[in-house]
């Protein structure tokens, strides 16, 4: 693939994403590299206009691999419509989908729609501690499996050699571009990329340790249809752009600027990943909360109710956290009474009627935790697309979303932020309290 000016000045990137909060991180990374991005809630009515980059958000991680690949067909035929020049599939840094695996099929029917033989995975991001090293990928200093993620309710990772889950998940060739490649930049990687491609591998799995790493593998793949990853990955593609003359950031006003919104603040949180469980705990020691009971819900108790009740009383003073985030242990023996995919539904819905309910009490800043609870939370609120502002923390910014009531949003991964995000959170979303 060549990169051609566009005169009708159309986006040049189109990305699809496997859920809300990491469409959210990838916009952040092309943001920060002066690319006006825009987020849409799945496939939008009317395109955006006046960006250089489309993410388009699915909910797509966990639902059957048939279902995924049919929604990111969809998803990629629509950007090739706005005029899109190069794609990107991403998905989690810790590479997570199903155990049968959304990734690999879903890179297999991208590549096959674009007419393309190879492609590349690389999940890293080395700002919030994912690095690769000969196949294996490390959550800080831990291997994948050993990090907590091996316990996940939805999608336990038990193996951190990407090379091998990536095989499992696809009948093409999978091969691997080591660090000793990497290490010596964009033209060595560029010459490995042939080479495998000459071995008849279809994906390979990219090594990297530092941003620098992925500026050099972005720079390599600027001849590549498609690009599949976590967001780091994207820190190194807005740049074969410039090169190419097709984008200029000083041109236009900072990529990252947003309107302002006035209203009440909510924090919503529905992880159970061990950093949403500090950031929450963080929280109570000085702020209100109230606990969703998923088995209370089940009960038919008045949960949202009481929840919404609870809100109210304090939104003239300060937000409230609204959280159902437990522990691993716990969230399994709410799965082993009620069913993995009842007590994840019940939980999405509860805490979709609250944002619903808060909204109506006049909240319009948003504080979300949870990939899951993001989707159903920007579903509930009809929000359709998203304008991306400055970093709150790594692979998190703030939004406003695009429509006739504005409502200012954080949409966070469960593993993501520092103890404190919550309230930095608030903060950059205009909350002064």
Same mark, same amino acid.
């Given at each position: 693939?060549?990169?051609?000016?566009?005169?009708?000045?159309?986006?040049?990137?189109?990305?699809?994403?496997?859920?809300?909060?990491?469409?959210?991180?990838?916009?952040?990374?092309?943001?920060?590299?002066?690319?006006? &991005?825009?987020?849409?809630?799945?496939?939008?009515?009317?395109?955006?206009?006046?960006?250089?980059?489309?993410?388009?958000?699915?909910?797509?991680?966990?639902?059957?691999?048939?279902?995924?690949?049919?929604?990111?067909?969809?998803?990629?035929?629509?950007?090739? #419509? #706005? *005029?899109?020049?190069?794609?990107?599939?991403?998905?989690?840094?810790?590479?997570?989908?199903?155990?049968?695996?959304?990734?690999?099929?879903?890179?297999?029917?991208?590549?096959?729609?674009?007419?393309?033989?190879?492609?590349?995975?690389?999940?890293?991001?080395?700002?919030?501690?994912?690095?690769?090293?000969?196949?294996?990928?490390?959550?800080?200093?831990?291997?994948?499996?050993?990090?907590?993620?091996?316990?996940?309710?939805?999608?336990?990772? &038990?193996?951190?050699?990407?090379?091998?889950?990536?095989?499992?998940?696809?009948?093409?060739?999978?091969?691997?571009?080591?660090?000793?490649?990497?290490?010596?930049?964009?033209?060595?990687?560029?010459?490995?990329?042939?080479?495998?491609?000459?071995?008849?591998?279809?994906?390979?799995?990219?090594?990297?340790?530092?941003? @620098?790493?992925?500026?050099?593998?972005?720079?390599?793949?600027?001849?590549?249809?498609?690009?599949? *990853?976590?967001?780091?990955?994207?820190?190194?593609?807005?740049?074969?752009?410039?090169?190419?003359?097709?984008?200029?950031?000083?041109?236009?006003?900072?990529?990252?600027?947003?309107?302002?919104?006035?209203?009440?603040?909510?924090?919503?949180?529905?992880?159970?990943?061990?950093?949403?469980? *500090?950031?929450?705990?963080?929280?109570?020691?000085?702020?209100?909360?109230?606990?969703?009971?998923?088995?209370?819900?089940?009960?038919?108790?008045?949960?949202?109710?009481?929840?919404?009740?609870?809100?109210?009383?304090?939104?003239?003073? #300060?937000?409230?956290?609204?959280?159902?985030?437990?522990?691993?242990?716990?969230?399994? #023996?709410?799965? @082993?009474?009620?069913?993995?995919?009842?007590?994840?539904?019940?939980?999405?819905? &509860?805490?979709?009627?609250?944002?619903?309910?808060?909204?109506?009490?006049?909240?319009?800043?948003?504080?979300?935790?949870?990939?899951?609870?993001?989707?159903?939370?920007?579903?509930?609120?009809?929000?359709?697309?998203?304008?991306?502002?400055?970093?709150?923390?790594?692979?998190?910014?703030?939004?406003?979303?695009?429509?006739? &009531?504005?409502?200012?949003?954080?949409?966070?991964?469960?593993?993501?932020?520092?103890?404190?995000?919550?309230?930095?959170?608030?903060?950059?979303?205009?909350?002064?309290?």
């Amino acid at each position: 693939m060549s990169i051609s000016v566009n005169p009708q000045t159309k986006p040049l990137l189109g990305c699809i994403a496997d859920d809300f909060t990491g469409a959210t991180d990838l916009a952040n990374m092309l943001v920060r590299e002066g690319m006006r &991005t825009v987020q849409t809630i799945g496939i939008p009515e009317c395109a955006p206009t006046d960006v250089d980059a489309i993410v388009v958000a699915l909910k797509s991680r966990t639902i059957p691999a048939t279902e995924a690949v049919a929604e990111s067909l969809a998803a990629l035929a629509w950007l090739q #419509q #706005q *005029g899109c020049q190069q794609f990107f599939f991403k998905y989690c840094s810790t590479f997570d989908s199903t155990a049968a695996g959304n990734i690999g099929q879903v890179t297999d029917a991208l590549l096959a729609a674009l007419g393309a033989d190879f492609t590349i995975a690389c999940p890293v991001f080395p700002e919030t501690g994912r690095t690769l090293y000969r196949g294996h990928l490390f959550i800080q200093n831990q291997l994948l499996n050993e990090s907590g993620m091996q316990n996940h309710p939805l999608t336990p990772m &038990t193996d951190a050699n990407l090379v091998r889950v990536l095989q499992q998940q696809t009948s093409g060739k999978v091969g691997l571009v080591g660090y000793p490649v990497v290490a010596q930049g964009a033209e060595a990687i560029q010459t490995e990329i042939a080479a495998l491609r000459q071995q008849g591998v279809r994906m390979a799995i990219v090594d990297a340790l530092e941003n @620098a790493d992925l500026y050099a593998i972005g720079a390599a793949c600027a001849g590549l249809p498609l690009v599949t *990853g976590g967001s780091g990955i994207a820190l190194g593609l807005p740049g074969n752009f410039i090169r190419a003359g097709l984008l200029n950031p000083s041109e236009n006003a900072p990529a990252n600027t947003l309107p302002a919104v006035e209203g009440w603040s909510a924090v919503l949180a529905g992880s159970a990943s061990l950093a949403t469980n *500090g950031q929450v705990a963080h929280w109570k020691e000085n702020h209100p909360a109230f606990r969703i009971d998923a088995l209370a819900v089940a009960r038919g108790e008045p949960v949202v109710a009481n929840a919404l009740a609870f809100a109210s009383q304090h939104l003239a003073t #300060q937000a409230s956290l609204i959280y159902a985030t437990t522990t691993s242990d716990e969230v399994k #023996q709410v799965q @082993a009474t009620l069913g993995v995919e009842r007590a994840g539904a019940l939980i999405e819905d &509860t805490l979709a009627e609250i944002a619903r309910g808060l909204f109506a009490l006049g909240v319009r800043r948003f504080v979300i935790a949870g990939g899951e609870t993001s989707g159903a939370v920007v579903q509930a609120l009809n929000v359709k697309a998203l304008r991306i502002g400055k970093q709150i923390d790594p692979g998190v910014p703030a939004t406003t979303s695009i429509g006739e &009531t504005p409502v200012a949003l954080a949409l966070k991964s469960g593993n993501f932020g520092a103890v404190d995000f919550f309230e930095k959170a608030l903060r950059q979303l205009g909350d002064a309290r």
